[in-house]
């Protein structure tokens, strides 16, 4: 089970999320099957967020979560500073979870700065509760050898394979669970980091390996920032052979995303772009797969050939407008009020730079071809003058 590492953050606003102000975990939650909860590192969750963790999923979804680090790096797993007493607390709160079926198991995160110390994780070892399993992720090298592997094996606790700076990406399973975090390889601060698909293609046999040893993998991406943990995970679930229609969706909007912020300038996505370079005797004489070219890059355009036409309702077309519903999507053309209004996710980013979506795009291969070419020709001699605004049932 293939996730990643937190789900609320707001740059994912765009490259997963459509709005702001959706339910991120249920939009999460349509797309992947697991997710490691991050903020139980900073914080108790409160039995009311808890609930809702086990409520607002669907019954196969899975979490894992971080000890407090009260546990892990303020009393560094020390019995003697009263880390069992924690541990029963916040078991206590996960309890839902586990009893739900929605539990995987609980990451201990091990803090930087603390080296080998057999006894001492022994000890931590002995007072876990026994109805949870348990992951460790160590932040120190000095922990990689054999009396290492042989006390996570006799406790039945998984050792957590990682790809960071600071270890090397040993692919060991001690117990029947086998767990990895993908952290990135940036220097300030690891997390952001984009994976390129040739980092990511030799993990696929380490994956299948760790599968081959364990009951069940649990592997997240942690790179979080700019919603390239979406991108990376959608990648190796694909890569595996085990990407839903869902995901691959999913995919292909994320991959979108960072297309446009790759070829829009960042001066350019607050404010539209004009025609100046077209002439308006040059847009009189462009036809159809020109106009298309302007308003879309070629990895959009294949896209919208993508969308089968059975999955597009032409509701609408006349002088004045133009509507369709793209499977659940909406479109509204307003010619009279030089407007375009739609409500897909990619759309939130073609708005600034008056682009089409693959959605829009379909549409208009779909519609009189006479219609489609009117319609372009008008809004490129308009152009400063066309508002592109989300749709709004």
Partial sequence: MLGCSGWHYKDWVGPLYRTAEESKLAAYSKIFKTVEIDS?????????????WLKYTKPDFVYTAKLPRLITHKKKLNPKQGVEDDLE???????????????????????PGLSFDLNLLGSFF?????????????RDPSWLRDETWKLLERYRVAYTIVDEPLLPPTAMVTTDIAYMRWHGRGKRPWYNYHYKVEELEPWIPKVKEAASKAEIVYGYFNNHY??????NCLQVLEMLGVITPEQAEAKQTVEGFFEVKAVVPTTLEK??????AFMPEKIDRMEFQELLHVFMDGGRVKRAKGIKDKEVAI?????????????????LIDLQNRAILHDCADWSRCIPVKQFCKHVGKVMMLIPREMAVKVMRK?????????FKPYVA
Avoid at 379 to 387: P, T, V
């Fill in 379 to 387: 809004i490129c001699l308009e152009r400063e003058g066309w508002e």
């Fill in 40 to 52: 139980t590192f900073y914080a108790y969750p409160s039995r009311g967020t808890v609930m809702g």
């Fill in 315 to 331: 509701q609408e077309v006349t002088d004045d407008q133009v509507r369709a519903l793209i499977r659940e999507y909406h479109l």
């Fill in 126 to 138: 002995g007072v876990l509760p026994s109805d949870f399993r348990f992951a460790i992720e160590f």
């Fill in 271 to 276: 404010r539209p772009i004009t025609l100046t």
């Fill in 226 to 231: 700019h919603g390239y943990a979406v991108e």
């Fill in 89 to 111: 607390r916040f078991c206590e709160l996960m309890e839902p979870l586990r009893l739900g079926g929605k539990l995987g198991c609980l990451l201990i995160q091990c803090p």
